[in-house]
Nanobody
Framework: QVQLVESGGGLVHAGGSLRLSCAASGFNSDDYAIGWFRQVPGREREGVCC????????YYVDSVKGRFTVSRDSAKNTIYLQMNSLKPDDTAVYYCAASPFNPGLTYFHDHGAYTYWGQGTQVTVSS
C-alpha cells in the first residue's frame, strides 16, 4: 500500500526554520519524483518544490528559492523540506506528493502531475 506521511510542522516565529519530513512506504521513493505543495484555506494548492530523482535534480518556485531546500534520504525512504527564513506568507498546510515521472521544470508545481499524496502538516509562521 502506497503511503506518504508528512511530519515536522508547527508554529515558528518569522525568520525561524522548520524541517518537514515525508516518509514514504509501499514503494521506493527513489523511483519517483517527490513534490512539496502548500495550501491555504480558500486558495488553490501551490507547488513549492520538487526533487525529480535521486540524482539531485530539483526545482523551486521563485518565492522559496534560497530559503527552502528539498533532499532525500534513500536509506530511510524519506524526503525532507528544510525551510529557513520563514515568513508569515509561508503559513499553510504542506503536502508531499509522488509522481512516477519527472514532471520537469514546466509541470513540477502542477498538482495534476502527481499520483500519490500525503495528508499534510500545518506550518504556521507568526509575525
Amino acid at each position: 500500500q502506497v503511503q506518504l506521511v508528512e511530519s515536522g510542522g508547527g508554529l515558528v516565529h518569522a525568520g525561524g526554520s522548520l524541517r518537514l519530513s515525508c516518509a514514504a512506504s509501499g514503494f521506493n521513493s527513489d523511483d519517483y519524483a517527490i513534490g512539496w505543495f502548500r495550501q491555504v484555506p480558500g486558495r488553490e494548492r501551490e507547488g513549492v518544490c520538487c526533487t525529480a530523482d535521486s540524482g539531485g535534480t530539483t526545482y523551486y518556485v521563485d518565492s522559496v528559492k534560497g530559503r527552502f531546500t528539498v533532499s532525500r534520504d534513500s536509506a530511510k525512504n524519506t524526503i525532507y523540506l528544510q525551510m529557513n527564513s520563514l515568513k508569515p506568507d509561508d503559513t499553510a498546510v504542506y503536502y508531499c506528493a509522488a509522481s512516477p515521472f519527472n514532471p520537469g521544470l514546466t509541470y513540477f508545481h502542477d498538482h495534476g502531475a502527481y499520483t500519490y499524496w500525503g495528508q499534510g502538516t500545518q506550518v504556521t509562521v507568526s509575525s
